[in-house]
Each structure stands twice: as structure tokens, then as C-alpha cells.
């Protein structure tokens, strides 16, 4: 008899995106040393049975969509090669898209290059979302590490609700109330765009992405703090200034990125939570460009802090999704959902860092490696930011051609100079 | 498998066997097996690993042992109400026949005894309804309103048996009055039913059910003599404001969980 999973908000939330992106999740990490393919495999069979979504199928049923789980060999999910050109094979992996109704939600493929492994996976955003994703490397690599050198079985997965009501269970009963009162429309409705090039048949999915140096992230952080700004804000406030330069806004136009935010910041403990997404977004405003960037990061600040301030952050707007859900069949809250959700042009996502102690594999640290998210069709983008080793790498996933490659590292350029301007003491 | 039997009896070591509790080691060893076979398709080779790995799926075999006998001992239950529907059905008509035969011949009201026999196949049918509708409700929400249906059908054969009652023993020429009666106790019920249940939502049914119902109690309390035509139309608006001062409450016990950040941060600064 076929197993059923349930479709959670989130899942069909993703599903709706399918208009402005592909909803994967891509991660690439390089290791000095041949990681041991059969370690591997059992490790990934073993979180392919805990986390039974990786293997169903989504069922786009008109009434109530779900997932059917469906067999697989473990051959169908791992890839592996020798490849000349390392650089190219990564690439390819990484900007394959896995259709929602494939048996499959997730591939991997391990690289072998002159001694050395490099590690890629892409899953579907429909699963997790990157900060379940981080937690599932780092489950990986310490599942592989305790079965290759001490024989212990990799089983140590979370497993639990992938509810996305699992943000309300710390909240006291009155809290409770109120959060699941927040009927709001919290979309984005800002019309200014990434000047990429117009829509064409032979756009292709490529990921672009630029090295921070640790050195001058030290400087970041450090100029953070005499500005009582994070990391992320520093960063957005360098993705506002750059864009007014190369999108050539009116420098008195006020202009809104989408910040992602992990929603488990309202749960305590989430080691009774499957494999889900708990991601939000919140609204970066500034009114306007500012006279140079120190009063652009004023703004972002100011911004930002509006919602850190707010304890229900990021939940608005859940209870309206889920009332669009739960009162009409599927196929027409889609309908509904989509006339009042507008999916933000601008985005980022600062999805952290990426510890190498936890990554290990085999006592092998990773020595490079990044994470970034879906492949966006334009007009939309999204800035993915990953940390490894005090080194930022700046990501954007687009489909696009040559021309939209060259846009997106002048984009890179004027954020490394905005960076430096930042920076300067 | 053997891991699989050495885990299940280890874990029931000092439980008194019997027959649920072989059925159930049964059960969860077959789906062990099933599961490991599965498994096994995967490509995983190493058997230390598939046998933790399934083990690690049945992890709470005691408690869930506890919700088998639950569960067991309401299949029982069930099997034998399903028993008493069907031959109690048999037996229920047969006993009706020789009721209605034996007090027809000694009453020699014909004309009224056939009653027996519709009335109590009717009072039957509402408990066969009954049941349907506790099994229903047990079911996921998705399925209540089908139970909510049935909840009106029983009621509506209940008004039946009263009317006829009413009509061919008592011959109250106002047994009419019946059915509008049981329109309005169709709207209570399922008002019942959708808060007993926790129906989502239920505000909505009850802000229709006031407006809907007032009319048929109108029509029976005027027609009954117990308020006058007029003003007993004014039951109509009075349903209106009944229904807005619903609404009103609602929206000002709701208002107590509606989140202020000021207020918030107010609170918190002193």
C-alpha cells in the first residue's frame, strides 16, 4: 500500500513559487581527502529513511495536495565521477532542477579531482529550507564520521511534525492567540527591479558567486559594531547602495529588500521537528538612498530594528495562509493566495555560517564551500549569503544568459567597493 | 530477524503473554520485516545498520502496545454492535410484526396500530443513524459534515414519528406545527454538533442558523396562539441584532488577543 505524507503550508507555498523560481537548494563543499562512497551511501539511505519526503512525490491533488513516498536506489541519488573539469561538472550538478512529481527530492554527487572530493547536493526547497538543510549536513557529516570510525549506525536524524505550527508551541496560551490572530498581508509591493536582461528561451540556470576575504569580513564585523549594525545589515546596506548604481534608481526613491528569517527563533528546542521549512520574510525599507552609504546603513538599521523589536517576528501573515488553505480545495486557494501575494523582486538570504569543525568528514575540515538558494527567473533575484572559514561568499542563482552573468559580477564589483567604502575607518 | 525477535522480546520480557499480546509481536514483526525488505532494496548493504536503523522505527513498542489493546478492545465493541445491528435489525421487525398483529387483533384499531410498525422502524432507523454519526465523528474533521447530514435526517425522522403520532392518535389538526419545529431543532443540533466537535469557524453557522430559524419559530408560535402575529414579526429583526451583538461580543473578546507592539513595548519599559 502506498505511504501518504502530508503537504504542509510551507510545502505548497514552495509549490506556488514554482512561477518565480526552480526551489532548489544547492550546497557545494570541497574536501581535501577521497571520502568513502559505501560510508556514504548507508549514511544517506539512513536519512532517506528518516526524512521520507527526500524520496515521494508531490501530488498536486485539486482538493488537498500531498506526498506519496516511493521506492529508490541509492544508486538513483548519489553521482559519482571523476571529472576532468571540476568547475563545470559542479556547475552542471548544481543548476539541475528536480521536478516536484520526480521520486527524488534531493540529489548528491560526490566529484573526485586529483585526490580530492568535493561534495554537492541539491535538494527541493519544498522539503527544507536552508537552515534544516545546514542541520542535515552537519547530521550528515557526524553520522558518516561516527559510522566510519566507530562502527556506530548513522540514524541520528531528527525526526517530527514538519508543521508549520510548530513556531506557536512555545508561546504561552494568550501569545498563542494573538500570533494566530495576525491576519496580515505582509508582501512585498515595491516595484524596483535587478536590471537583468528581458525574459528568452535560451536563458539558462547559472550561480554566480564572490569571495569575501576573512580579512576584510573582520573589517565588516568591526565596522558593524561602530555603526550598532549586524553583519547582515552591513551587507544589506552594501546589496541598496550598489543596486541604486547599477539599476540607476532615483536616489530619492525608497526601496524595499526581502530579508529571509529563520522562524525557529520562537522554537525553544527543535529536536522533536522533521526536516521542514520555518522561513520567513521581513521587509529591509529605506525611504530613500541616503547621502552615502554610512546613512544608507542608518536606514537599514533602523529598519531592521523595527523588527527585531517585534516579539511575533515574521509571523504575520501565517494565519492568513493557512485560513486560504484550510477554507477552499487547493487548486482554488492557489488562485486566491495569488492574487494577494506578490513575490519580492529584491531578496536576500544571509543563510549563516557553515562550521567546518561540525562539516568534518573523517577529521577532514571542509577547505572551501558555500550555500545559496533557488535559481530565480527574472525579474526576481535573491542574494544568498554563506560564511565558511571567516570567508563570505555572496551567491545569486539566475536564469539568464552571458549578458546577465556580466550584470550580476558588475553587481558583485560596486558591492566589494560599497564593501570597502564601508569599511574604511 | 532475529535482531528483530530479540528486540521484541526483550522489550516484552516482563509482560504476561497472552493471545493480544502474540498478535501483537506478530504484527510488529511482520512489519519489521516488511520494512527491513524495503530497505534492503535501497541498496544498503550492511546488516548491523538495517536492523538498528528498522529497530530504531518501532522505538515505543510498550506504549503503542497499550493503544493495540485500546484499539482491540474497540474492534470488539464495534464487531459486536455491527452484530446487533444486523440480526437486531431481523429481530426489531419481526418483533414489530407480532407486536402490531397481536395489538391490532385485540384492539381491532387497524386504522391506528399500522403506527407500531411505521413508528418503530423509524425510531430504528434513528438509531442506526446514531451510530453512523458517533463513527463519522471519529473520523477526520474532513468527514463531519456528512455526520452533520445525518444529524438532520434523525431529526427529521423523529418529527416524523411525533407527527404521526400526533396526527393519527392525538388528531391535533395543528400537528403541522411538527415539522417548522423540527426545522429549528435541526439548526440547534448541528449548532450542538459544530461546537461539541470544535468545528472551525462555527460563528458562521450560528450567525446564519439565528436569522434562518426565527422564521419557522414565528410561524409556530403564531400559529399555536402563544404570540401574536403581531408584533411576534419583530422575532425577525430581533434575529439581526441577536446576530450583530454576536458579532460585537466576538470582536471584543478577540480584541484582548490582538497584538499591540506598543503596548508591548510599554509594558516593558516600566
Known amino acids: 500500500m502506498e505511504r501518504k505524507l502530508n503537504a504542509e503550508l510551507w510545502d505548497k507555498m514552495h509549490y506556488l513559487f514554482r512561477d518565480f523560481n526552480d526551489r532548489m537548494v544547492h550546497v557545494e563543499l570541497h574536501y581535501d581527502f577521497e571520502i568513502d562512497i559505501e560510508a556514504l551511501k548507508t549514511v544517506l539511505i539512513c536519512f532517506f529513511e528518516k526524512a521520507p519526503v527526500l524520496h515521494s512525490c508531490f501530488k498536486d491533488n485539486h482538493v488537498s495536495p500531498y506526498w506519496i513516498v516511493k521506492p529508490y536506489h541509492i544508486d538513483d541519488v548519489l553521482t559519482v565521477s571523476h571529472p576532468d573539469n571540476l568547475e563545470e561538472a559542479v556547475n552542471t550538478f548544481l543548476t539541475q532542477y528536480i521536478p516536484p512529481d520526480s521520486d527524488l527530492q534531493m540529489q548528491v554527487a560526490v566529484f573526485f579531482h586529483e585526490g580530492q572530493s568535493t561534495l554537492c547536493i541539491v535538494e527541493n526547497h519544498m522539503c527544507m529550507d536552508g537552515g534544516d538543510f545546514k542541520y542535515f549536513l552537519k547530521a550528515l557529516c557526524k553520522n558518516y564520521n561516527d559510522y566510519v570510525q566507530n562502527g556506530i549506525s548513522p540514524i541520528e536524524l531528527r525526526e517530527g511534525t514538519r508543521s508549520f505550527e510548530a513556531v506557536y508551541n512555545d508561546f504561552s496560551q494568550t501569545e498563542q492567540r494573538m500570533a494566530r490572530n495576525l491576519y496580515k498581508n505582509v508582501c512585498a509591493k515595491d516595484n524596483h527591479k535587478f536590471p537583468l536582461t528581458p525574459d528568452s528561451i535560451r536563458d539558462h540556470s547559472f550561480i554566480a558567486r564572490r569571495k569575501i576575504s576573512a580579512e576584510k569580513f573582520a573589517q565588516i564585523k568591526a565596522a558593524g559594531k561602530r555603526h550598532g549594525a549586524t553583519v547582515n545589515d552591513v551587507l544589506v546596506a552594501a546589496y541598496f547602495y550598489s543596486l541604486y548604481t547599477l539599476a540607476d534608481y532615483n536616489p530619492s526613491d525608497s526601496v524595499t529588500i526581502s530579508c529571509a528569517i529563520d522562524l525557529r527563533r520562537h522554537i525553544k528546542d527543535v529536536s522533536d521537528e522533521g526536516l521542514t521549512n520555518h522561513t520567513a520574510f521581513m521587509q529591509c525599507n529605506i525611504p530613500e538612498r541616503g547621502r552615502d552609504i554610512f546613512q544608507t546603513l542608518q536606514y537599514v538599521v533602523h529598519s531592521s530594528n523595527l523588527y527585531k523589536k517585534d516579539k511575533f517576528m515574521g509571523l504575520y501573515g501565517l494565519p492568513l495562509l493557512k485560513l486560504g488553505y484550510n477554507i477552499l480545495p487547493h487548486a482554488a486557494s492557489e488562485e486566491i493566495i495569488k492574487i494577494g501575494y506578490s513575490n519580492p523582486l529584491l531578496a536576500m538570504s544571509n543563510i549563516g555560517i557553515l562550521e567546518v569543525d561540525k562539516l568534518a568528514l573523517d577529521g577532514h575540515e571542509p577547505t572551501d564551500g558555500f550555500m545559496t538558494g533557488a535559481v530565480k527567473y527574472k525579474p526576481y533575484v535573491l542574494l544568498s549569503a554563506t560564511t565558511m572559514r571567516n570567508v563570505v561568499t555572496l551567491s545569486m542563482c539566475v536564469r539568464g544568459n552571458d549578458e546577465d552573468k556580466r550584470i550580476v559580477e558588475r553587481f558583485f564589483d560596486l558591492m566589494e567597493k560599497n564593501l570597502d567604502a564601508l569599511t574604511v575607518e | ?270
Open chain 2, 1 to 270: 530477524m532475529s535482531s528483530f525477535i530479540d528486540y521484541i522480546e526483550n522489550t516484552f520480557a516482563d509482560t504476561a503473554n497472552n493471545d493480544t499480546l502474540y498478535r501483537y509481536k506478530r504484527l510488529v514483526l511482520d512489519k519489521m520485516t516488511e520494512r527491513a525488505n524495503e530497505v534492503t532494496h535501497t541498496g544498503l548493504h550492511d546488516e548491523k545498520v538495517l536492523d538498528d536503523l528498522i529497530i530504531s522505527e518501532f522505538p515505543h513498542l510498550k506504549e503503542n502496545y497499550q493503544k493495540f489493546c485500546a484499539e482491540d478492545r474497540h474492534r470488539r465493541r464495534e464487531k459486536a454492535l455491527n452484530k446487533f445491528m444486523i440480526f437486531g435489525t431481523i429481530g426489531f421487525i419481526l418483533a414489530l410484526v407480532v407486536l402490531y398483529l397481536a395489538v391490532s387483533f385485540l384492539t381491532d384499531a387497524w386504522s391506528q396500530t399500522w403506527l407500531l410498525i411505521v413508528g418503530g422502524i423509524l425510531l430504528w432507523v434513528i438509531f442506526l443513524l446514531s451510530v453512523f454519526i458517533r463513527r463519522i465523528t471519529a473520523l477526520r474533521r474532513l468527514f463531519h459534515p456528512f455526520a452533520r447530514v445525518l444529524l438532520a435526517l434523525s431529526i427529521m425522522a423523529g418529527a416524523t414519528v411525533v407527527f404521526l403520532f400526533t396526527l393519527v392518535v392525538l388528531h391535533r389538526s395543528d400537528a403541522w406545527v411538527i415539522y417548522p419545529i423540527a426545522v429549528v431543532l435541526m439548526y440547534v443540533a448541528d449548532g450542538i454538533y459544530a461546537y461539541v466537535t470544535k468545528q472551525k469557524l462555527r460563528i458562521i453557522n450560528y450567525l446564519i442558523y439565528i436569522p434562518a430559524a426565527m422564521p419557522m419559530l414565528y410561524v409556530v408560535l403564531g400559529a399555536l396562539d402563544i404570540l401574536p402575529w403581531h408584533p411576534g414579526w419583530l422575532l425577525m429583526p430581533l434575529s439581526v441584532l441577536i446576530d450583530l451583538a454576536m458579532i460585537a461580543f466576538r470582536s471584543a473578546s478577540n480584541a484582548k488577543y490582538r497584538y499591540k507592539q506598543e503596548v508591548d513595548d510599554e509594558w516593558n519599559a516600566n
